[in-house]
């Protein structure tokens, strides 16, 4: 098979690094791709938001299937345009693409599916919310309706600070046209999880578990960013729990928006918060999670192409992935400063080193090479990869992996997957 792979993150060169181990590929393509995916494939320089372009190019190319990573492309309607030219791709379509495109339409469909989330209240006027949160009192969680890259959830332990969020969205447009509606939702205390499945819009098909560390520092400190770490599977995902989320969300969401005559096909992510012994969901995201695409991929023992082909023909219901027993620990080295302002061009020093460790798989998230110098190009720059057969020992190896890998103010955490130990069996 021919496929053309859309993106250019961590996310993305995880894909292609998982979709090059396949016998049934033969050749990659991406757009716009990076330094580091053009070492697996050919890269166009077409950014994931010109859907003509990009369009153009499956046809000339003659490409069998399009993998497409991000939100945008997915919210603008890519997947709409190429299947109008009979071109087979992994991703819902605009209409069901709204799922993480709007948060309000996200609720709408959990209510109407009777799916647990945090009670909310939406509001476009920056006095209304202000009222509304005067009365309600902190702490509260205050959300661009949005697409925000991961950045539109602002936690407000306080009033003040949820007052503050409300003026950041509404009125200092922080998150431009992604903050012309907001929702403010009740604080749920209990345990994230990342919740990944795929589905042909009848089966649906999870992925092992996995949980993500959102806020930039240590212990949950700071503002949100796109993703500082994630492990697989996530502890807190029991067998038990696996089945509530099947029965009480994935499943109900897929049913629900068939009854509103969308056809969901590709991947859906609930993110959780487990809670009282129930799923709540806290967001739905329509792609592949990053960076829990990381520890994921690297533990599915299944050709990744073999479940798209299912997706695509509608017999996902003949596909039984098998997982490598042992979890997987992923820790995103960040420039300086993110997730506000970082320099860019910085060296790279090490990736020879950590990449030759057994076990270990350095993904390039935002790095671009300059001759043979590998350097920064982003803000999260690259995600160490790390297997063994504890998630203690996956952790630590992973940071004996980051421990040869230096660049000028390089942060990362330092407690990734520290709340899994003695937990995964």
């Known amino acids: 098979m021919k496929v053309l792979l859309i993106g250019s993150g961590g996310r993305e060169h995880t894909l292609a690094w998982k979709l090059s181990k396949s016998p049934r590929l033969t ?27 990009l369009r153009d190019l499956a046809k000339r190319e003659a490409v069998d299937l399009v ?5 945008a492309p997915l919210v603008n309607g890519l997947v709409d345009v190429l299947r109008a030219e009979g071109i087979a791709c992994i991703g819902p379509n605009k209409a069901a693409a709204q799922l993480e495109g709007s948060k309000v339409f996200a609720k709408e469909v959990m209510a109407a599916a009777g799916v647990p989330t945090a009670r909310y209240a939406r509001f476009s006027q920056a006095d ?13 969680v205050v959300k661009a309706d949005g697409l925000a890259a991961g950045k539109g959830v602002l936690m407000c332990r306080t009033t003040e600070e949820a007052l503050q969020a409300v003026d950041d969205i509404l009125v ?8 012309n509606e907001l929702l403010i939702e009740q604080w749920l205390e209990g345990e994230e999880a990342s919740f990944i499945a795929i589905t042909d819009g009848e089966t649906v098909l999870p992925f092992a578990s996995s949980q993500d560390h959102k806020r930039v ?13 994630a492990y ?26 068939k009854n509103r005559g969308i056809a969901y096909r590709g991947f859906l992510y609930a993110g959780l918060m487990i809670a009282d012994d129930t799923p709540y969901v806290l967001e739905f995201n329509c792609r592949f999670g990053d960076p829990e695409t990381q520890p994921v991929l690297y533990r599915l023992k299944t050709d990744l192409l073999e479940i798209f082909q299912a997706t695509q023909d509608g017999i996902l219901h003949a596909i039984d992935p098998v997982w490598d027993p042992r979890p997987a620990v992923c820790v995103v080295l960040a420039s300086g400063g993110y997730p506000g302002s970082y320099d860019k061009g910085v060296e790279i020093r ?23 110098t590998w350097r920064t190009a982003g803000g999260r720059v690259l995600g160490v990869t790390a297997k063994a057969p504890t998630i203690e020992a996956a952790t630590e190896h992973a940071y004996q992996a980051v421990g040869q890998i230096q660049f000028d103010k390089m942060h990362f955490r ?3 997957a520290k709340r899994a130990f003695g937990r995964v069996k």
Request: aromatic letters at 4%; glycine letters at 12%; charged letters at 25%.
């Open 27 to 53: 050749r990659l393509l991406a757009a716009p791709g990076s330094d580091a995916i053009a070492e697996l494939g050919q890269c166009y320089p077409i950014s994931v938001n010109d859907t003509e372009a």
């Open 67 to 71: 993998v497409i990573g991000p939100e």
């Open 128 to 140: 209304q919310a202000k009222a509304y949160i005067e009365q309600t009192g902190a702490p509260l």
């Open 172 to 179: 200092n447009r922080q998150f431009g046209d992604a903050g």
């Open 217 to 229: 520092f240590d212990e949950d400190e700071g503002p949100n960013t796109g993703g500082m770490g």
């Open 232 to 257: 697989s599977p996530a502890p807190v995902v029991t067998t038990a729990m696996h089945k509530k989320i099947m029965d009480q969300v994935m499943i109900p969401v897929v049913k629900e928006m």
């Open 350 to 372: 090490g990736l020879n080193k950590a990449g030759a460790m057994d076990d270990v798989l350095v993904f390039h998230a935002g790095t671009r090479k300059d001759g043979e």
């Open 414 to 416: 330092k407690d990734i």
